[in-house]
């Protein structure tokens, strides 16, 4: 019997070689299609689909304009290469006992470069995008950058809500140059708003894309609010360690201080021959020695004297210590009704005063003097603000019970660059990610039974209403750090908002609290309590 031929499997399309292809380039073109796993393929044909048709710039709002796809392949290679090389060493911080380095601001790394540390394609495109958008937009004013800030975000990070006040002199203008920014990597979504009490928009940035905002839209309250998955291109995979790259570039008159970052101050050039620093007045009387930033004619222009290292953050301990605390205290005409019910309801009443904390825990004290050189070096352009307290009233439940306290409806921007300032402290301290957690600022009344929270709240407040029927409003000027070594707390540091009066600090066994209540703190308690006892 005649065997039959073996019947073989049909080709398939894709071993199929195209018409006109040798053999060899079919078995080429074979092997490179297995060598791609699904999830890759399934990745590209994604990515694929955010690539959109490169078009005129967009005005989203006046003095906000946005190119999308505005970097081909090459070019954004060209980019990545470039920011990756330059923060190979910068975006980490090496730790001392040999563990791997981490990033420098938890989830981010961050650099800060004049505009000649890079290639000069790059300013190069900076003006054009300014151009093109000045021609679409006539609020948008025209910019000659002059430095580069460059971020790398982990797939996990996020970046709080903030405007980039690197100037002082933008805050009184609330307009200015634009900044161009540019994205790279992972596409990330963009929240903005002008002002901090009305909702945000939020903008999908996709690798290429360039925003700029100047103008009326300089202040520009943003956040990186997420990093978007599976959405590297293709042409950076290999290239681009998974992540984000954000290159801000824009116009200062001088360098960007890293050390005050994210509050940021513009540190004047004071190295070049040409430079003339301005005039300085006298130092007030009242102000220590050991104040490092003076008080001059120009907003933050340096003592010629200083170099760049003298704003840099002291060697601090790490923020462990659950003795101190930086924070915000109401003055003592407010306490009455605070007190009353911290009396009854808060485990630690007779320890702390109340308080608005900013940073708990904190350094150990033995660090006060140098943490609070620095830190008050960067607040001498904040100007006192007011806040309220009471706007807002809840409750959060920890394991075994829940915490009432105050809110305040909408966070003054001084208070959150003060924030900002003391995490990065924080973050470059402890090499970790306390400078990423969002800030809510609030004033314990107590700990309730968490079956309870909820109708002590209510029982506070008027019928249908989160606000306390007290409301506590007060001009914020100054920044205590508090000590309990030994309890009470004590006030161990007062630092003066702008440069009026500047930093004051307690000895070792000394205390300032009289300086600001008139009394000890154990005394303003005893006080209450005769009058409680009274009233009873």
């Not at 402290?425 to 809510?440: D, E, H, I, K, L």
Request: neutral net charge; contains cysteine.
């Amino acid at each position: 019997m005649e065997q039959q031929p073996r019947r073989g499997r049909r080709p398939r399309k894709r071993d199929q070689a195209p018409r006109g292809a040798t053999s060899e380039q079919a078995q080429n073109e074979s092997r490179s299609s297995s060598g791609v796993s699904s999830k890759a393929k399934s990745e590209r044909v994604f990515n694929k689909q955010l690539v959109k048709p490169r078009g005129a710039p967009e005005v989203l709002q006046p003095g906000l304009v946005l190119f999308r796809n505005a970097m081909d392949a090459a070019r954004q290679r060209e980019w990545v290469e470039t920011a990756m090389a330059m923060g190979s060493e910068g975006f980490y911080q090496h730790q001392p006992d040999g563990a791997p380095a981490r990033l420098n601001q938890g989830n981010r790394g961050r650099i800060i470069e004049p505009i000649d540390a890079f290639p000069e394609e790059f300013a190069t495109l900076c003006r054009e995008k300014v151009a093109e958008a000045m021609s679409v937009d006539p609020s948008m004013p025209s910019m000659e950058p002059t430095t580069a800030l460059v971020n790398f975000y982990n797939p996990k990070a996020t970046f709080k809500w903030h405007r980039d006040s690197e100037d002082p002199e933008l805050i009184k203008r609330k307009q200015g140059f634009p900044v161009v920014s540019v994205s790279l990597g992972l596409s990330a979504e963009f929240g903005y708003k002008l002002h901090q009490d009305e909702p945000h928009q939020v903008l999908r940035l996709n690798s290429g894309d360039i925003l700029l905002f100047g103008g009326p839209s300089r202040m520009l309250l943003h956040s990186v609010l997420s990093i978007i998955p599976n959405t590297m291109p293709g042409h950076l995979q290999g290239l681009l360690r998974l992540g984000r790259v954000n290159m801000t570039f824009r116009q200062v008159e001088g360098f960007i201080d890293p050390t005050a970052f994210p509050a940021y101050r513009v540190r004047y050039d004071i190295e070049e021959e040409h430079s003339t620093p301005a005039p300085q007045r006298e130092q007030p009387a009242s102000q220590p020695a050991s104040h490092p930033s003076g008080d001059h004619e120009r907003p933050w222009q340096a003592d010629p004297s200083m170099t760049m290292r003298s704003a840099a953050l002291p060697e601090l301990a790490s923020f462990s210590s659950y003795s101190t605390s930086v924070c915000l205290v109401p003055p003592r005409h407010l306490w009455r009704p605070i007190q009353a019910l911290r009396r009854q309801h808060h485990s630690v009443f007779a320890r702390w005063p109340p308080h608005v904390n900013l940073a708990y825990p904190f350094t150990p004290e033995s660090d006060f003097a140098s943490a609070a050189a620095w830190l008050q070096h960067s607040l001498v352009e904040v100007s006192p603000f007011t806040i309220e307290l009471g706007s807002t009233t809840g409750f959060f439940t920890r394991k075994r019970d829940a915490v009432v306290y105050l809110g305040c409806g909408r966070t003054p921007v001084e208070l959150q660059q003060i924030h900002a300032t003391v995490h990065q402290a924080a973050v470059t301290s402890t090499g970790g990610n306390r400078g990423q957690r969002q800030f809510v600022p609030h004033l314990t009344l107590g700990e309730w039974p968490k079956a309870e929270a909820a109708e002590a709240v209510r029982r506070l407040c008027p019928e249908g209403s989160s606000e306390w029927s007290e409301r506590f409003e007060w001009a914020v000027e100054y920044v205590v750090f508090l000590s309990r070594e030994p309890d009470p707390f004590h006030v161990k540091a007062i630092l003066w908002l702008g440069s009026e009066k500047g930093l004051e600090l307690a000895g070792p066994n000394e205390c300032l609290c009289r300086r600001l209540w008139g009394c000890e703190y154990h005394e303003a308690c005893a006080e209450l309590e005769g009058a409680m006892t009274e009233s009873e």
